[in-house]
């Protein structure tokens, strides 16, 4: 029987997730769970753009998870500017009994390095709902642990893991996050919150631990850097307008140090437009994520997803989206509790070759 799963949010990531579930013949979507008044009723097929699948959009989560025929959730809704109502609410479904997968709750990527007032909360709502829960994306997610480890294995030697985001966000139609969160038409002298100091480690340490545990390493600290550029000209992008003099680039490590060295390193290289930055590291097209390995042999791995208009910020989201949705067979088949990308593997995609 396949596993009956509602989707929470219908977003940047809800929406692939949504088709994702719909495509998986191992799933069954049983509802749609929304936060705008717009969206109640609508078919989930018409909020993402497919044909009617029969499951109407509800605002009232109680009515999804007292159903008592839930055996996973996809939570999708943004974690960023709400992190303790996300969290409230994830915890709510595992204590329904509904076992979750979730790209929004960043301390959880790596449980075992979570903060341990959350990693007891969220273990106490697993016992209490007899549930499990796995959170993964992109980066932080798949880029930063399974890819990494699946390479590694390939080498003789290894100098450095190095694992990238190299991205312009002129079409990521999240303006307030675009804005606000990773701080493009910012001034220079204002802190975006993504790079205020401890967040990054906050956000991908989580990603360098893990690797550091699977190599049996042994991490000296975690230290961040980060640099940011200025526009020379105002711009206007499908994103929106952005003023001269203000960020038009940002650029950050997050460095796992070992015997004195950056081994483990998350770089992010982040645009408004192409031409800015030059001497930056550059995509190849609008966007990729990949993997460096320094070592013997060296090994580079560059994916650049696109979502079949050459949106590669679409094919980013989807393969979000598609990491936490196809492992969700393996979680509802897992132990109880807290899981990671060391429980759950990189999954085949069962059923999804047409």
């Known amino acids: ?58 605002d009232d989560p109680t009515r999804v998870l007292k159903s008592g025929d839930i055996d996973a959730v ?16 994830l915890e709510g479904c ?22 341990a007032d959350i990693r007891e909360r969220f273990q106490a709502a697993c016992d ?40 312009n966000y002129a079409t990521y139609y999240a303006p307030n996050a675009v804005r606000n969160l990773v701080g493009f038409g910012m001034p220079m002298d204002a802190v975006p919150p993504m790079v205020m100091p401890t967040i990054p480690t906050s956000v991908w340490g989580g990603m360098i631990r893990l690797l550091a545990r699977a190599l049996d390493v042994q991490l000296d600290s975690i230290e961040e850097i980060v640099e940011r550029r200025p526009l020379e000209e105002t711009v206007t992008v499908p994103v929106g307008t952005f ?25 992010h290289v982040t645009r408004i437009i192409d031409d ?19 070592g013997k042999p060296n090994i580079e791995l560059m994916i650049e997803p696109s979502d079949g208009d050459g949106d590669s910020v679409g094919g980013g989201n989807a393969t979000a989206a598609a990491r936490i949705i196809n492992a969700i067979p393996a979680v509802c088949e897992a132990r109880t509790g807290l899981l990671d990308s060391l429980d759950i593997p990189a999954q085949p995609g069962r059923g999804l070759l047409r």
């Open 1 to 58: 029987m396949p596993y009956r799963v509602a989707v929470w949010g219908t977003g940047n990531v809800g929406r692939p997730a949504l088709r994702t579930i719909v495509a998986n013949p191992n799933l069954e979507l049983a509802g749609v769970i929304v936060s705008t008044k717009n969206k109640v009723g609508k078919d989930a097929g018409e909020l993402c753009g497919i044909a009617p699948t029969g499951i109407t959009a509800t």
């Open 74 to 89: 996809a939570y999708c809704a943004s974690g960023d500017f709400r992190p303790s109502e996300a969290l409230d609410e």
């Open 94 to 115: 595992l204590r329904a009994g509904a076992n979750v997968v979730s790209t929004a709750a960043y301390p959880l990527y790596d449980p075992t390095s979570a903060p």
């Open 128 to 167: 209490a709902g007899n549930s499990s829960m796995f959170v993964s994306g992109v980066d932080p997610g798949y880029i930063n642990d399974i890819v990494p480890l699946l390479l590694s294995g390939l080498c003789e030697e290894i100098d450095e893991i190095r694992s990238f985001e190299i991205f």
């Open 243 to 267: 003023e001269k003099g203000t960020q038009g680039a940002l650029r950050f490590e997050v460095q796992g140090i070992v015997g004195g060295k950056p081994k483990i390193v998350v770089e």
């Open 276 to 294: 800015i930055a030059p001497d930056w590291p550059q995509a190849v097209g609008k966007g990729a994520h990949g993997v460096r390995i320094t």
